[in-house]
C-alpha cells in the first residue's frame, strides 16, 4: 500500500492541523504505516502553541500532489480550499463539519456531522473502531474542539462537543478551560506577523449568491489594539479586493473575552453588512454584539441579505 495523504483546508487552523494529525494515527494504526498528515498553509500561533505542548511537529507542508495519489480530507468538503488538481488524485475518505461542497465520481467513506468541530467526529469513530485514545492525542483532539468552539462559547458549539471535550480532559489530565483560555490567547498574538499574513490567516473566500467575497477572521483579547492597524489591514484588503475582483471583504476581528466582533468592511457591497446587522458601518466598521462565529452568524445572515 503506498502513501495516503491526509490534510485540511488552505489557511489551515488549529482543528485542521490537528484532525490531519490525528486521522495519520487512526489511519496507521488501522490499516495504513505510510499514512502522512499534510497541511496546505502556515501554522498560526494558537496551533503552534499546541504543538509545542504535546511535543509535535507541524504537518508537511505541501502545495499539490502528484495525480493519482490516495488523499484523506478531514475539516472541509470544499474544492475552492483545497489543492488545485483535486480532480486528478484519489479521494478515499473525507471527515468534515461543514457545508457539503464537494463531488466525486466515485463513491467514497464520507462522514459529516453538524458538531462544533472536525474532532468531535473522529473522537467517536476512535471509539467505533476500539482505538484508545491515548493522552497526547487526547491534548490534541480537545484543544481543536476549544479552538472551533471558543472555549463552548460559539453557537456552533453541541451538547456533544461539550460532552466529549469533558471526557478528553479526563483522558489528558488537563483543565480544559485554564489550558483553553492560555491557549486562545496565545493564537491573538499578531507582533510577529505581517498585514499580509494577518489578512490570509482564516480567509475564506464565500459565494454570496452573486457576490463575491472573502470573509476573514482574527481572534483578540483586545479589540482596540488590533484596530490600531485599520489603515494598513484598508491597504492589504484594498489590494487582494483589486486582485481577486471581490464585490466584499469583511474582516471579523473576534473578542475572545467578551464573544463580540468588530468588523471591518470594504468593497462595493460593503452596505450588505448594514442591511444584515441593522448597523452603520461608520468609517468602514460596525460593533457586532454577540457575534462569533463567522459559519452561523455571518455568512448565513450576509447570504440572506445580498
Do not use: W
Amino acid at each position: 500500500m503506498g502513501k495516503t495523504y491526509i490534510f485540511g483546508h488552505k489557511n489551515p487552523d488549529t482543528d485542521s492541523i490537528v484532525s490531519s494529525l490525528v486521522m495519520a494515527e487512526f489511519e496507521k494504526r488501522l490499516r495504513n504505516k505510510d499514512a502522512v498528515a499534510c497541511r496546505l498553509g502556515m501554522v498560526n500561533k494558537e496551533t503552534e502553541y499546541v504543538l509545542n505542548y504535546v511535543g509535535m511537529e507541524a504537518p508537511e507542508l505541501i502545495e499539490d500532489l502528484e495525480d493519482g495519489a490516495e488523499v484523506i480530507i478531514v475539516d472541509t468538503a470544499n474544492p475552492g480550499e483545497l489543492i488545485p488538481n483535486l480532480e486528478n488524485v484519489k479521494i478515499k475518505r473525507i471527515v468534515d463539519h461543514h457545508q457539503v461542497k464537494l463531488n466525486t465520481a466515485y463513491p467514497i467513506f464520507y462522514r459529516a456531522e453538524p458538531v462544533g468541530c472536525t474532532e468531535t467526529i473522529m473522537y467517536k469513530l476512535y471509539k467505533e473502531y476500539g482505538l484508545e485514545i491515548d493522552k497526547k492525542i487526547a491534548t490534541l483532539m480537545l484543544s481543536a474542539i476549544i479552538s472551533d468552539t471558543l472555549l463552548l462559547k460559539s453557537p456552533t458549539c453541541t451538547q456533544e462537543d461539550k460532552k466529549i471535550l469533558e471526557e478528553l480532559s479526563k483522558i489528558a489530565g488537563i483543565d480544559y478551560e485554564t489550558y483553553g483560555m492560555d491557549m486562545l490567547k496565545a493564537g491573538t498574538d499578531l507582533s510577529s506577523f505581517t498585514i499580509e499574513q494577518i489578512l490570509s490567516f482564516d480567509a475564506k473566500e464565500i459565494g454570496l449568491k452573486d457576490k463575491k467575497s472573502i470573509i476573514a477572521q482574527v481572534n483578540t483579547a483586545s479589540i482596540p489594539d488590533v484596530m490600531k492597524m485599520q489603515s494598513e489591514l484598508e491597504a492589504g484588503m484594498n489590494k487582494i479586493i483589486k486582485e481577486r475582483n471581490l464585490d466584499i471583504y469583511m474582516l471579523l476581528i473576534t473578542d475572545i473575552i467578551n464573544s463580540n466582533t468588530q468588523t471591518i468592511v470594504l468593497g462595493e457591497s460593503a452596505e450588505i453588512v448594514e442591511r444584515a446587522y441593522g448597523v452603520k458601518l461608520e468609517n468602514n466598521t460596525a460593533f457586532l454584539e454577540g457575534v462569533v462565529s463567522r459559519k452561523k452568524q455571518v455568512v448565513p445572515v450576509m447570504t440572506e441579505n445580498v
